[in-house]
């Protein structure tokens, strides 16, 4: 069975930096496009940032460009967003996802990912 699990949210001051992990298990993602998405109350799931599957290409949300960074280690299937200065804006569940289509060119729709995790809670109070 093919899980994605994410980790590292909680609650932080604006300002304040989280780091998000998602550790994938059931097969390997080593070829493939890794994204994270949020989705606040009452709003679409939103595209945040997304890697190629050599970690070369990366693409962000313009809201988060210059403050959050994603990264992979691939040896341990894992895909991971830094998010520094926080702002209270950034308030949402996180979701890591995988896209089995395009290795190259990361997808920024969520509709074009394949499997997803659970999600994590990240709050960010003023």
């Known amino acids: 069975q093919v899980q994605l699990v994410e980790s590292g949210g909680g609650l932080v001051q604006a300002g304040g930096s989280l780091r998000l992990s998602c550790a994938a298990s059931?097969?390997?993602?080593?070829?493939?496009?890794m994204g994270w998405f949020r989705q606040a109350p009452g709003k679409e799931r939103e595209f945040v940032a997304a890697?190629?599957?050599?970690?070369?290409?990366?693409f962000y949300a313009d809201s988060v460009k210059g403050r959050f960074t994603i990264s992979r280690d691939s040896a341990k299937n894992t895909v991971s967003l830094q998010m520094n200065s926080l702002k209270p804006e950034d308030t949402a569940v996180y979701y890591c996802?995988?896209?089995?289509?395009?290795?190259?060119?990361?997808?920024?729709?969520?509709?074009?990912?394949?499997?997803w995790g659970q999600g994590t809670q990240v709050t960010v109070s003023s």
């Open positions: 059931g097969r390997t993602f080593s070829s493939n496009a």
């Open positions: 996802a995988a896209e089995l289509d395009r290795p190259t060119i990361p997808a920024r729709v969520p509709s074009l990912y394949d499997y």
């Open positions: 890697i190629s599957w050599s970690g070369g290409i990366k």
